[in-house]
């Protein structure tokens, strides 16, 4: 059987679908421990984690586990001691992911905007789109660029060909739900 590598989007969003404030940080809104929890858990779930340059920064890699940093500074796909680099622009996706994983494994996109953008023309084969309810970030950074009024990202994630799952109830108490869409067949 040819190798599959099925990417999986991860994000926590406000009411107003943003990711991170007006500085590019994550506010204390948006966190919440079991949502973290089960993030972690389902980046141990897959075998590569694709994300920006920036949040690879902003993030140590404490798990050691293999990332794939996007960034136009790499010249195509390259190996550095602290994962692969990958510019999209050099190297397309096929190429870089068979070369990452040759046989095959489950991806992991945390973002953020550019990256979830990215993988949003190069195709989800799921989206955990988990809300923070009444939260909203003024003038934040949005999950992707498209959104906007009357373009939220229930939309852009239907206008991709995924179809909704039943909420589940991350917290209930402070009201952060996931909906798991897929990509159906
Ligand atoms: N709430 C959430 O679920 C969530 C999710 C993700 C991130 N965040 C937060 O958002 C912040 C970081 O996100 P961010 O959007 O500002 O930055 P980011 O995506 O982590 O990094 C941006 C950088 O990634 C590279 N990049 C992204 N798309 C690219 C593309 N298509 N081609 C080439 N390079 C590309 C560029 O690097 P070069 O400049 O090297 O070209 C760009 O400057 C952090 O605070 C993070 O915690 C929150």
Redesign the pocket.
Known sequence: MSPTWPVVG?????DDD????E????PAS?RNDADWQR?QAELDACAVTV?????????GNARNRLRI??????PGLERRPDGWW????AMPWPQAIARVLPDGGRVAV?????????FLTLGYAEFHL?RARSVRVPRG?T?FSGIGPGRTAEDLLAAAALVPGDPVAVDATAGVTMVPWVRPG
């Open positions: 991860l994000a926590i969003v406000s943003c990711i991170a404030d500085t590019g940080s994550t948006l993030f994300l920006g340059r920036l949040g690879h920064v902003a993030h940093v996007v960034s136009s500074s790499s990958w510019n999209p622009a945390p973002g953020g905007q550019g990256v979830f953008d990215l988990t950074r999950l």
